[in-house]
T-cell receptor, first 115, second 113 residues
Framework: KAGVTQTPRYLIKTRGQQVTLSCSPISGHRSVSWYQQTPGQGLQFLFEYFSETQRNKGNFPGRFSGRQFSNSRSEMNVSTLELGDSALYLC??????????????FGQGTRLTVV | GENVGLHLPTLSVQEGDNSIINCAYSNSASDYFIWYKQESGKGPQFIIDIRSNMDKRQGQRVTVLLNKTVKHLSLQIAATQPGDSAVYFCAEKRTGGGNKLTFGTGTQLKVEL
């Protein structure tokens, strides 16, 4: 069974631009969550999607958005990029959001550098 | 505020010794805890989990202990190997929170030969 796939692996963008990151969850998994990882703030939850609906949202500005498609693939978008948005963006997939005691499987992440 | 934090940022151990990585949490509503290992350039990898109705759970070379009285979680790695060198994170989840994980700050484990 293939794992969580995130594309692209690396990205360099200029301040003010926007970026879209993609995540394909494990086959059969319907819940996708996104996290931002930085040296200063650690791993922080961005949002979770299930059945094309956002179910949870972290404390990030509205410049961060996401969506999920009918095949459970998810994208996240960051508009008007700032230098502080430079981070590793991780996607995690889980079978369903209702099974609270199940692990989340992470992808390798997309390394975003804003210059 | 609610947080999950680690006591030590870096832990150095000799190969073959046992390692203990600690984690404190503040929210009594947390009912599921997970330890993740993250190697350089990779995403977090599941190690072991424990539900709040348990005190101890063992896996292959790893044991997680949960002390709900003091809101403390620990990960014990037996006979630490060079391949165990990584950053270890504790994370918590609570019923009704979907799959949202709240992570601790992480501990860098360095295994010395």
């Amino acid at each position: 069974k293939a794992g969580v796939t995130q594309t692209p692996r690396y990205l360099i963008k200029t301040r003010g631009q926007q970026v879209t990151l993609s995540c394909s969850p494990i086959s059969g998994h319907r819940s996708v969550s996104w996290y931002q990882q930085t040296p200063g703030q650690g791993l922080q939850f961005l949002f979770e999607y299930f059945s094309e609906t956002q179910r949870n949202k972290g404390n990030f500005p509205g410049r961060f958005s996401g969506r999920q498609f009918s095949n459970s693939r998810s994208e996240m978008n960051v508009s008007t990029l700032e230098l502080g948005d430079s981070a590793l963006y991780l996607c995690a997939s889980s079978p369903t959001p209702g099974a609270w005691d199940t692990e989340a499987f992470f992808g390798q992440g997309t390394r975003l550098t804003v210059v | 505020g609610e947080n999950v934090g680690l006591h030590l940022p870096t832990l150095s151990v000799q190969e073959g010794d046992n390692s203990i990585i600690n984690c404190a949490y503040s929210n009594s509503a947390s009912d599921y805890f997970i330890w993740y290992k993250q190697e350089s350039g990779k995403g977090p990898q599941f190690i072991i989990d424990i539900r709040s109705n348990m005190d101890k759970r063992q896996g292959q070379r790893v044991t997680v202990l949960l002390n709900k009285t003091v809101k403390h979680l620990s990960l014990q790695i037996a006979a630490t190997q060079p391949g165990d060198s990584a950053v270890y994170f504790c994370a918590e989840k609570r019923t009704g929170g979907g799959n949202k994980l709240t992570f601790g700050t992480g501990t860098q484990l360095k295994v010395e030969l």
